[in-house]
T-cell receptor, first 111, second 115 residues
């Protein structure tokens, strides 16, 4: 969506490497979400930010996954020691007027 | 547990036909339902939503129907156009202050519109 940009658009990495995915929303939206979309599947919730804090991390699949948000704006999702099953599209969304607006996603491929 | 699922994974229609995409949900506590359209290489795009105190809501060329008795949600697209070709997802949320607005998505239906 026009209100959320993500980078990189594509990331290919080797198994065992760490990756950082970035979400850059337009300012003024305190609620931010990360979702993961595996091939041919629906979106799976990962983590929710309210401002810079994350009251709901229940969707993070393992302790290799972490996320932070600074200045109530940019958020980064970090995956350590990537595995092939981490391959997916990672989507970021902001909430405005009860709607969630999604970014274009980062396609992560772990070889 | 909570789940939202779709009856048909693919739907092919001719241009000008009406399309109906279905979704079943299992969490009777859900009170907010949304349909999203996702085109290749893009994030999901909001189409229309409906709250649990309603059974029908209309937008431009789209109508969402909610049947709480059988926990069924449908999206109707009138006069389907080639530009409607995409993957359609239903999603649900429980707005009780505990879910933080996070959405539970169904698997998706691929809609293909033939000219």
């Amino acid at each position: 969506g026009a209100g959320v940009s993500q980078s990189p658009s594509n990331k290919v990495t080797e198994k065992g490497k760490d990756v950082e995915l970035r979400c850059d929303p337009i300012s003024g939206h305190t609620a931010l979400y990360w979702y993961r979309q595996s091939l041919g599947q629906g979106l799976e919730f990962l983590i929710y930010f309210q401002g810079n804090s994350a009251p709901d991390k229940s969707g993070l699949p393992s302790d290799r996954f972490s996320a932070e948000r600074t200045g109530g704006s940019v958020s980064t999702l970090t995956i350590q020691r990537t595995q092939q099953e981490d391959s997916a599209v990672y989507l970021c969304a902001i909430r405005a007027y009860n709607e969630q607006f999604f970014g274009p996603g980062t396609r992560l491929t772990v070889l | 547990g909570e789940s939202v699922g779709l009856h048909l994974p693919t739907l092919s229609v001719q241009e000008g036909d009406n399309s109906i995409i279905n979704c079943a949900y299992s969490n009777s506590a859900s009170d907010y339902f949304i349909w999203y359209k996702q085109e290749s290489g893009k994030g999901p795009q909001f189409i229309i939503d409906i709250r649990s105190n309603m059974d029908k809501r209309q937008g431009q060329r789209v109508t969402v129907l909610l049947n709480k008795t059988v926990k069924h949600l449908s999206l109707q697209i009138a006069a389907t156009q080639p530009g409607d070709s995409a993957v359609y997802f239903c999603a649900e949320n429980k707005e009780d202050g505990t879910s933080y607005g996070k959405l539970t998505f169904g698997q998706g239906t691929i809609l293909t519109v033939h000219p």
